[in-house]
């Protein structure tokens, strides 16, 4: 029997969405503008550096005040660090609690400051916790009750801080889907999709309908040379490994300087002086670099080069936790590696160099699908980035074949990896032991319940099941209540204990030992 009540529950949430998605896309917007306006009079700065010693001093001073400024935001804030998705996935799971408007304000003002210079930062991490901000917000300040709905509402301002980072919309809603959230539920991905169009609408107002990575090409890639995705994919895969290894041995490698955390950041801001007056094209989270690629005409040893310095810098720069994203930069370097072999192809003479563009489109989506082990996310976004729906094809392919790759190698999600290095503080959950939330697990395919009565399947003792949701009805389970592919089951669990259980509970009904 269809529940009205869910219905009317839905439509609140969606124009909630639409509000929480407005908010985010001027904010994110805002931030937006401010780092590419930062960036490109700092590279104009560098660039008049060269031949001016005391404008050197000056940029110096300047950018230790900066880092000094940032250190301080950190130091009173530490969970505006790095991209902030692993901090919005622990707030999803019930692991942590966060101020909203202590990390509205610090991640917007931080986040210009360190990514405008000229740091190798993406925006996009930065504008999915503002995104998330904003809906945490909103709730509050409607007095939301409902742990589900406050969830919801944070996950649909992360869609539309990505929706507005990268004029991408559908993207945004499958990355909280895909990555974050990790749920499908109807009322998820309603609000979701809702935000992220809203935010999107006030982000093209300002910065127009072109799409952010334009990139242009002459011919779609023929099937006879399908054969350099599979080997493109398995060097993707493989470099998108290395690059998984090193990331998260950075913190390792910054501790042992001494130096606090919070401090940090320092180092690559200073470095930053010299990469930027002897690299000042290239600096910054790669946007501009990407789409100018294909133009740059350099050879085969230049490209290695310039992925060197992009993976170097990007490493120190993200690693010392200063607030910026990987999201772009990981496009970037996907960018760089899909041109290196496009050239190395063309000089053995086994693949004209007018496929050069396409190879640098399927990379950026093959790059980021095993590295955030996202590929359909990967899918989506590089094709709405690129403003093009004739490389579906190609990009299914390498993405599948380096999320394969990286999966072999047992590579996990990178978000998913970084949240369990966040220092999560018990003493929430503690609090929040004696109080009840909800969880809401979908039943797929082959799932080891597809099938069973509820009375045997053998459920962890703290939960209750409420609900079980079949197309758009919702049944009042009982005993004899049979489990089948495509349910969504409603538990409500001990809220202290809410990211356990729901470990517990998928394992148990995806039949994971």
């Excluded at 980035?385 to 490389?391: A, K, P, T």
Aim: proline share 4%; charged share 15%; glycine share 10%.
């Amino acid at each position: 029997m269809k529940s009205i009540s869910v219905d009317s529950e839905k439509l609140i949430l969606t124009l909630q969405g639409i509000i929480v998605g407005v908010l985010t896309g001027i904010i994110v917007s805002s931030f937006r503008w401010s780092i590419g306006s930062l960036l490109k009079t700092f590279q104009g700065l560098f660039i008049q550096a060269r031949h001016n010693g005391w404008l050197i001093v000056g940029l110096l001073i300047f950018l230790v005040v900066v880092g000094l400024l940032v250190s301080m935001m950190l130091k009173k804030q530490p969970n505006i660090s790095g991209s902030g998705i692993p901090q919005v996935e622990a707030q999803l799971d019930g692991e942590l609690e966060l101020n909203w408007w202590s990390i509205l304000w610090r991640k917007f003002v931080g986040g210009i400051m360190s990514i405008g210079p000229g740091l190798f930062l993406g925006r996009e991490g930065p504008a999915i916790q503002l995104g998330a901000s904003v809906g945490q917000g909103f709730g509050t300040v409607l007095k939301v009750d409902s742990g589900v709905s406050k969830r919801i509402l944070i996950a649909s301002g992360a869609a539309g801080g990505l929706a507005a980072a990268f004029n991408a919309p559908i993207a945004g809603s499958m990355f909280v889907l895909e990555e974050v959230y990790h749920n499908f539920s109807p009322m998820v991905w309603i609000t979701a999709l809702a935000s992220a169009v809203s935010s999107n609408l006030i982000a093209l107002y300002v910065f127009g309908l072109t799409p952010v990575l334009n990139i242009p090409y002459k011919l779609s890639l023929p099937i006879k040379y399908y054969w350099h995705l599979l080997l493109l994919g398995i060097v993707l895969g493989l470099m998108g490994r290395v690059y998984q290894k090193v990331l998260l041995y950075m913190p390792s490698l910054y501790a042992k300087t001494k130096i606090p955390r919070h401090l940090q950041g320092m180092i690559p801001l200073i470095l930053l002086i010299p990469v930027g007056m002897t690299f000042p094209r290239f600096i910054g989270g790669g946007n501009d670099m990407i789409v100018n690629l294909n133009n740059l005409k350099v050879g085969f040893w230049i490209l290695i080069g310039l992925f060197a310095l992009r993976f170097i810098f990007s490493m120190v720069s993200y690693g010392s936790g200063l607030p910026g994203g990987i999201f772009l930069p990981i496009l970037n370097l996907g960018a760089i590696i899909g041109a290196i072999y496009a050239v190395f192809m063309h000089q053995v003479g086994l693949l004209p160099l007018t496929f050069e563009s396409n190879l640098i489109i399927f990379s950026m989506a093959g790059y980021f699908a095993c590295i955030g082990k996202a590929p359909f996310t990967a899918i989506i976004l590089v094709t709405e980035m690129v403003g093009s729906l004739g490389h579906l094809m190609p990009l299914a392919v390498i993405s599948l074949v380096a999320y394969i790759v990286v999966d072999m190698l047992n590579g996990a999600p990178i978000y998913e990896s970084l949240k369990e290095k966040l220092n999560i503080n018990d003493s929430y959950l503690n609090r929040v032991s004696h109080l009840t939330d909800r969880v809401e697990i979908p039943i797929f395919e082959g799932s080891s319940i597809d099938g069973k009565y509820i009375r045997d399947i053998a459920f962890p003792k703290d939960i209750l099941v409420i609900a079980i949701y079949r197309g758009e009805s919702q049944i009042i389970p009982r005993g004899d209540t049979m489990i089948k592919a495509g349910d969504r089951i409603v538990m409500m669990v001990n809220a202290g204990k809410r990211s356990l259980l729901k470990r517990k509970l998928t394992e148990l009904i995806n039949g994971i030992d």
